[in-house]
DNA sequence: TTGAAAGCGCTACCAA
DNA sequence: TTGGTAGCGCTTTCAA
């Protein structure tokens, strides 16, 4: 038996509809089920069950039309593939979802000519406000959004100046990272990172050589190399095969390095986390908790900063005022195994906001 | 100096206030920017230029309110951080982003409520379709949708009878790796995949067994574990460490098991490619990339499986029929180094359907 | 060739 | 307490 799928359309129910099975005008009905307006208990509770009854859902389209709001935003993100836009988007949609706000996902790659599509698509769809996420803080999105008359916010991107936008605590998480590796003992702390090509690169080799210089403790010049597995592996052997003495604990930049840097300790022998510790940074679960031993991670908390990112979002829509400026989350460090510690568990601070 | 953020919104460009600029009616201003009607080209050019001009944009409420289509779809999906709705989505969004149609993205967890939330606001602004998609193409998403009166397609999720439903052809999929194998004098094939509670490891398990018996090559009995490189270190003990000779190859359920397998034949000093052949599923780019060798790998499309699933969306809100059932979309071998060649190259095959 | 008028589904104002 | 009416911004007859 071969059926035949269809957008079956039965008429819909409209406000109309309901007020005349209900036995009153239209301009009742709508009271009656807005909570607005005055009329007798009765009359309220028969409109509104008429209206269940019917199935009625109100016309968004309508409703917006007059209300000038459509409760729609847009999420324009590069990220296409990336692990760091989801917890962004988890993050947004929790904040919306709950005031009845939907989401537009609009990935734009890098061309601007798709940019340009889908922003076209959004303020012709009159979405209420517009949130810019990407997988750089230091890169722009390939349009700009200023003076399209829309509240915008970023989150984990580049912002236009004069805006709101939302990142890690990339020093704090920093240091979190090394005062754990203090507060166990260890004392000869390395730097393994990305290229010196990302901003967040030299934020956190910076944070790093702080931290250390107020503990009194010596650094290690950064290594700077890419943000994969094999870096990882030929940092622990310039680390090892080196003329100075070896670090007892390595500070990665991200997990890949992490995990290269762990597979490559286990090659020479090197037990973690006896004799090194290692922590990460992104805390990408199935990296981190997949390594031998798991990693010990610091997690920039991503959906909460899409859930502040959304929030102001709301309030910049609802016509308030809010102060413009970048404002930092704190990063949490996700205790696993790769430093001596054995429960899993978090730590966190307050935010330095700025 | 410290900026305040607002949602500036200068007074909207209506049809209205083009038409009076452009000294004609909104009837006519309207049929010109729509290239209906009649006119001369002189007021149309007009009316167009003024249009241009004043920076006026349709207002995409108001029309879908008449013509009853508001050039958005719903895309529901519970699969939240997960790498199978990612390259779904942006199948989807490429289909449909040139035909002015925006994806409101629903992420409804494994949560009824959740899930009815999403869909009522989606009904509510009138959505033309709704995109179910999810993480495992044995379970459904936490809501019924049919009877919802909107047409609705099914990616890479469990789907209701008589739907339309696009999944990857697994079994196709698992062909193209074995005799891959084959054709490079590979005899002795084990497969090592994950928990039996997924139907894709009885369907992939399965495939295995009739391709090998086409082959006329002996099966191993598949080793179920779970979707871990653990499990695909412990494999490897398994099937070196028992009585029967060991395989000089592995097909894998997904690329962890497979990184697992290979890390472990590392250590145990088993060369790959030279000793065995490992191929993995999913060709998840950054674990399949950067294990050492890089890892074979069978990718499902998941992009062109969006593409087609958007497309058909578009059909079904068109008002044509379409024949219901589950496609199944061809997937392609990926191959790296992980089995003796060391050209990166495809392979492909034509759909079974289904 | 052009435009007046009706109406999509709803809300809001004001009069009854 | 209730309902008639106007109108959100647009498209579409239909008449001029």
Not at 9 to 14: A, D, I, L, R
Not at 58 to 81: E, H, I, M, W
Not at 82 to 102: N, Q, T, W
Not at 296 to 324: C, F, H, P, W, Y
Request: glycine share 8%; net charge neutral; with cysteine.
């Amino acid at each position: 038996m071969q059926e035949e799928a269809q957008g079956s359309s039965m008429e819909p129910v409209t406000l109309r509809k309901v007020a005349a099975a209900a036995g009153v005008s239209v301009a009742t009905a709508s009271k009656a089920l807005n909570g607005r307006g005055r009329m007798t208990p009765e009359t309220r509770k028969l409109i509104r069950e008429t209206a269940d009854r019917m199935g009625f859902r109100p016309n968004a389209l309508a409703q917006s039309l007059l209300r000038k709001r459509s409760f729609t935003v847009g999420l324009l993100t590069n990220d296409t593939y990336g692990r760091f836009s989801l917890p962004l988007m988890a993050g947004i949609s929790e904040a919306l979802v709950d005031k009845g706000v939907s989401v537009f996902l609009c990935n734009v790659e890098d061309d601007p000519r798709l940019a340009q599509l889908h922003v076209n698509a959004m303020r012709d769809k009159r979405v209420d406000g517009i949130i810019a996420t990407g997988k750089r803080i230091d890169r722009r999105l390939p349009i700009d959004l200023s003076g399209l008359g829309i509240p915008v916010v970023y989150a984990f991107t580049e912002p236009d100046p004069a805006s709101i936008a939302f990142v890690a605590d990339e020093a704090g998480g920093v240091r979190l990272a090394i005062e754990h590796f203090a507060s166990l003992g260890r004392r000869r702390i390395a730097h393994v990172s990305g290229p010196a090509s990302f901003a967040v690169v030299h934020l956190r080799a910076q944070a790093y050589r702080e931290t250390l210089e107020r503990l009194q403790l010596a650094a290690f010049e950064p290594l700077l190399g890419t943000w994969s597995e094999a870096w990882g592996h030929e940092a622990v052997r310039r680390l090892f095969e080196g003329t100075q003495k070896p670090p007892d604990a390595i500070f990665c930049g991200n997990d890949q390095i992490a995990r290269g840097v762990i597979d490559a300790l286990r090659e020479r022998s090197v037990a973690v986390p006896d004799e090194i510790g290692v922590i990460g940074f992104d805390n990408w679960e199935i990296m981190a908790a997949q390594s031998r031993p798991p990693l010990t991670s610091v997690d920039m908390n991503l959906t909460a900063i899409g859930r502040e990112a959304g929030l102001a979002l709301l309030t910049l829509v609802d016509g308030q005022k809010a102060e413009t400026g970048i404002r930092r989350l704190p990063c949490r460090l996700v205790v696993r195994e790769s430093c001596g510690q054995t429960t899993v568990k978090t730590i966190e601070v307050q935010s330095t906001s700025g």
